[in-house]
């Protein structure tokens, strides 16, 4: 069992954020000692964490991340990743189409300038 604060160092995630998951229900401790409330997790609860930073990275909302967890089999899980990828190209195409715009508007005006 590792204490909150050994569990943020090893998985990269504050203490507030895993205090915050658990609120939400995202990542619980495996244990809360009733006398001092201090929260504890296990090996399993590593995975979890783990899973929940590279969601994370990949840009999954905090919705998106309970929904991947309250599938315990993880079973769509590759299902959300191919949707959370077709999404991220549409914006890098927008993000494309955005500059093309830019770079046409700043030809416009040096055309005018001559």
Do not use: C, W
């Amino acid at each position: 069992m590792y204490k909150i604060s050994e569990f943020a160092e090893m998985t990269g995630l504050s203490k507030e954020t895993l205090r915050y998951y658990a609120e939400v229900k995202l990542l619980e401790p495996a244990y809360i000692d009733p006398n001092n409330h201090y929260r504890y997790y296990d090996d399993g609860s590593f995975f979890l964490a783990i899973l929940l930073v590279k969601l994370r990275g990949f840009g999954f909302t905090i919705q998106e991340m309970i929904s991947v967890m309250e599938d315990e089999s993880f079973e769509h899980l590759e299902d959300l990743l191919i949707q959370k990828r077709n999404n991220l190209q549409l914006q890098i195409e927008d993000l494309h189409l955005r500059i093309a715009e830019i770079d046409d508007f700043l030809a416009s005006g040096k055309e005018e300038n001559k």
